[in-house]
T-cell receptor
């Protein structure tokens, strides 16, 4: 299993600013996944973060908007840059140590 | 590619009613299948899972059987409670920790007393 500490749990931010979300895992994992959940929607994968290399982004997501760091096997950050109201969502990190996925509690972001 | 098709909601039931949420999948190989639940204001948590054909996952009165012949993993509960009100996500995973889960669109369940 894995326990993920994600913070902040929520934030209200001004448009044009940036927010960095952190995830700390209690065990070493190769990959960490970042998702966005827009209001009333399912989870959309933003990117996959592998330690020691650049993150792999899904179609529709770019590094300039969502830069990711993965400095070691237990930690990752996602930054939402130059925010607009359309970025208001829940952001979640996830790991899959074996077969089952574990999730952080999510960061509820509101951009005003 | 892999995909999950899930019955769309919202679903509204009276307490003690029978629940079925349909889920079918498309995948290469033999994926593992999951149901995740998201209670209001909370993150996702695993409800149940099945890792091979004919496995039945169960938890908190919920059940789902991995049916390879129909590529389905329908969620059922015989008697729902108000506390079961949540969003339910069907998901599949390749047998590797390096591959992210593929999620269905989610089904919002509301149970009224």
């Amino acid at each position: 299993s894995a326990v993920i500490s994600q913070k902040p749990s929520r934030d209200i931010c001004q448009r044009g600013t940036s927010l960095t979300i952190q995830c700390q895992v209690d065990s070493q994992v190769t990959m960490m996944f970042w998702y966005r959940q827009q209001p009333g929607q399912s989870l959309t994968l933003i990117a996959t973060a592998n330690q020691g290399s650049e993150a792999t982004y899904e179609s529709g997501f770019v590094i300039d908007k969502f830069p990711i760091s993965r400095p070691n096997l237990t930690f990752s950050t996602l930054t939402v840059s130059n925010m607009s109201p359309e970025d208001s969502s829940i952001y979640l990190c996830s790991v899959i140590p074996a077969v089952e996925a574990f999730f952080g509690q999510g960061t509820r972001l509101t951009v005003v | 590619g892999n995909s999950v098709t899930q019955m769309e909601g919202p679903v509204t039931l009276s307490e003690e009613a029978f629940l079925t949420i349909n889920c079918t999948y498309t995948a290469t190989g033999y994926p593992s299948l999951f149901w995740y639940v998201q209670y209001p204001g909370e993150g996702l948590q695993l409800l149940l899972k099945a890792t091979k054909a004919d496995d039945k996952g169960s938890n908190k009165g919920f059940e789902a059987t991995y049916r390879k012949e129909t590529t389905s993993f329908h969620l059922e509960k015989g008697s729902v409670q108000v506390s079961d009100s949540a969003v339910y996500f069907c998901a599949l995973s390749a047998l590797s920790g390096n591959t992210p889960l593929v999620f269905g669109k989610g089904t919002r369940l509301s149970v009224i007393a």
